[in-house]
């Protein structure tokens, strides 16, 4: 050897390194673990496993496999894990591991625990466990099966970390915040409240769009079915109703017509069988926003109307106590499910009407008016009655038909065993759903009557909020009632509509920081909770967008963090997104858009760069402050909804001292449903909108006077 001279001594180097990579190729890798620094394979899986997405992942498992001289087995591995990715980033449908997932508690990707593709599986298999129980209510309601499968999910990801530390994808299910590269730039003179909804409005456009371009098939669908598809539209709401976004207007009136027109809606209503829940929600979804979007369009008025037509001669009939109910929880456009076990009207049977009784709403048709006064008659006996350990004044989830009795055929009046998934319709199930609509019909026809059972909820729960018991309650007892639900929303509509004070009392000890800033001018904690809401969508976009599996569940990443799911102490600094707080500072709703709406304005003009906190509204007044953060003049529309017909005067006036002016005033009528006033907002300058019934106008009766809510100036 010592002969040999030096160009073949590196000729000899040469031959040795190029044997040992051909071994590497070669033979067998058991582990991840067993990969060197200079592990040509190792390094490709390094960075397939530390990628922050799937397709750059993807695209390092393609590098790999073009390699020269793999291991047989490893080809064979690397095949199967490729078409994994591929499925999990282009299925049509997002959740396709769900039965498997939810019957094995896992996802068998064929490659043997040996394998160095091995470690790489755990996200996926993780990802899987995690957004099945984030979908399953029979998962995540149930502590223990929940725990099951989230702490599965945890130690996938940390045995995911350990192998690859760099990937972000895994932090962020571990529970570190991402934060987003987008940051705003201060703005002088913008009012935090501006600076904080301004933000918030944007990152949740930002997800909207992320959604359509990225998700939206050529059918219109998302990929998550039409049935869950169909609900992306209420966390849309501050953006879709609040504000007028051309690109996500078109993609909202693109899927609601596609729904529409599938095979299983064509009647105007499910063929399918099945309960109230899941029947209804592919029209109601549908035809509502649309309702909001096109409110004088007859297409949506005359598809919601055939609602009403169905329930009238089909869904309900008359009890045996003479009063109108729904005679099945199961029903589909062309029949009803008598079997005594289904046989209940619910407080979720508002959702099959849900598009008709906003068209009532905004037209007084005297048709509709006749058939829902006398459903919800229904609801106001059944709630004062004391009947089956029901205390008086509680409206029940149930009614059975055709006795009327209260209730289901379960052992327990608050239980009524309808349905397979029996938390669905437990009590309270989905109260919000009929209080809106009872007081929709006091507002409607001026009946007190319809109040009543609003009126004794709001004060069992008042009652139990002062003297709360010291033991936990039994259930089904009056003190178990009010400990399970909130009217905090309902009597903030009621007040806001009537200016009454009889709810004040629980309005204080329960409200929302805009119904609290409307009432009492408290506009730090409507600040601070904008601030907590723009903070929540400035971390983990990913969570809302390419991680999301169902799509009735886009904004449910951060429940994850809550304390005692997946973290016994929680991780506070992951918090969930309020779209609601955005819709009602932007339209001035206290409520929710989905039920007896009160939402008083639509600015016709996209959701970025602008701000719209309503300080008041009502049937003859309107009041608004404007920020727009822009450099340039801009022409706004403001669309209103509430004014009573008539004659009115708007003006814009500036906020700052010595600019008064450059306030414009303008006359205009009210006429339809609703009405149209446009403006010039001068640019980083708070201004005041304000419409106000002219003098003449004006009827001193009761239906008329609108109470002064929150009729503060640039505060």
């Known amino acids: 050897m010592a002969l040999i001279r030096k160009g073949e001594h590196e000729k000899g180097e040469f031959c040795v390194v190029g044997i040992l990579l051909v071994l590497l190729f070669t033979f067998p890798l058991r582990a991840a673990g067993v990969l060197t620094q200079e592990s040509p ?32 087995q490893l080809k064979v591995d690397l095949g199967k894990l490729i078409a994994e990715i591929d499925r999990w980033i282009n299925s049509r449908r997002l959740d396709y591991f769900s039965r498997e997932v939810s019957r094995k508690k896992d996802w068998d990707f064929k490659i043997a625990s040996d394998s160095p593709l091995y470690p790489l599986t755990y996200l996926y298999r993780a990802r899987m466990l995690i957004w099945y129980t984030l979908e399953s209510g029979g998962t995540w309601n149930h502590p223990e099966r929940r725990a099951e499968f989230l702490g599965k999910a945890r130690r996938f990801l940390e045995a995911s970390k350990e192998d690859f530390p760099e990937s972000k994808t895994v932090r962020m299910y571990l529970g570190e915040p991402i934060a987003s590269n987008r940051r705003y730039s201060p703005v002088p003179g913008a009012p935090e409240w501006a600076v904080y909804q301004r933000e918030g409005l944007e990152r949740l456009a930002d997800i909207i769009e992320w959604w359509i371009d990225n998700r ?27 504000f007028d976004d051309p690109k996500i ?19 105007g209503y499910m063929t399918r069988m099945t309960d109230v829940e899941h029947s209804a929600e ?59 076990a289904r046989a ?53 989830s149930a009614i059975h038909w055709p006795d009327g009795v209260i209730g289901g055929v379960g052992r327990d009046w608050w239980d009524p065993r309808n349905h397979s998934e029996t938390t669905l319709y437990e009590w309270p199930s989905a109260m919000g759903m009929m209080t809106n609509t009872l007081l929709l019909t006091y507002y409607m026809t001026k009946n007190p009557e319809y109040l009543d059972p609003i009126r004794s909820m709001a004060m069992i729960r008042l009652k139990y909020l002062n003297r709360p018991p010291e033991e936990p309650p039994a259930a089904g007892t009056e003190a178990w009632c009010a400990s399970k639900v909130s009217m905090s929303g309902v009597i903030a509509k009621y007040k806001f509509l009537t200016g009454g004070t009889e709810f004040d009392e629980l309005l204080a000890r329960e409200s929302t920081p805009y119904v609290a800033f409307r009432l009492h001018g408290d506009k730090g904690a409507l600040v601070e909770a904008l601030r907590e809401n723009a903070e929540a969508l400035s971390i983990n976009f990913g969570g809302y967008t390419r991680e999301v599996r169902y799509t009735d569940r886009v904004l449910r990443f951060p429940s994850l963090f809550r304390k005692g799911v ?103 009528a009210v006429r339809g449903l609703s009405t149209r006033i446009s403006f ?24 008329s006077r609108t109470p002064t809510v929150g009729a503060r100036r640039c505060q």
């Open 216 to 242: 939206m098939q050529e059918n219109g669908e998302y990929g998550g079915g039409w049935g869950d598809d169909c609900e992306m539209w209420r966390w849309w709401v501050p953006v879709l109703i609040g």
């Open 282 to 340: 592919d029209s109601s979804d549908a035809m509502t926003p649309m309702m909001h979007l096109e409110p004088e369009n007859e297409l949506w008025q005359k598809r919601a109307y055939r609602l009403a037509e169905l329930m009238e001669t089909l869904w309900t009939g008359r009890n045996h106590r003479g009063f109108l109910q729904f005679k099945s929880t199961y029903f589909s456009v062309s029949e009803v499910d008598s079997r005594p």
């Open 41 to 72: 394979v190792g390094k490709l899986i390094r960075l397939a496993g530390n990628a922050n997405d799937d397709r750059t992942s993807l695209a390092y498992l393609r590098q790999l496999q073009k390699q020269p001289n793999l291991n047989e």
């Open 249 to 267: 207007t078109r993609a909202q009136t693109r899927f609601s017509n596609a729904l529409l027109s599938q095979p299983h809606l064509k009647p």
């Open 566 to 668: 997946m973290f016994d102490d929680g991780i506070a600094a992951i918090r969930s997104p309020n779209p609601g707080l955005l819709y009602s500072t932007a339209t001035g709703d206290p409520g929710g858009a989905g039920y007896f709406p009160l939402n008083a304005v639509r600015w016709l003009t996209p959701p970025r760069g602008i701000a719209a906190l309503v300080t008041e509204s009502g049937r003859d007044r309107f009041t608004a402050e404007l920020f727009h953060f822009g450099r340039q003049q801009r022409q706004i529309v403001a669309e209103l909804y509430l004014l009573r017909p008539g004659k009115y005067t708007s003006e814009l006036l500036p906020c700052q001292a010595g600019d008064e002016g450059n306030k414009t005033k303008r006359d205009f």
């Open 344 to 396: 209940c009207d619910t407080v979720y049977h508002p959702r099959a009407a849900q598009p008709a009784l906003l068209y009532w709403q905004r037209t007084g048709d005297e048709t509709l008016g006749k058939l829902f006064t006398a459903w919800m008659d229904t609801w106001v006996d059944a709630a004062v009655r004391a009947e089956r350990g029901k205390p008086a004044g509680v409206i029940p």
């Open 680 to 703: 010039t907002l001068p640019p980083r300058k708070l201004c005041v909108l304000r419409a106000r019934r002219m003098n003449s106008e004006i009827r001193h009766d009761a239906d």
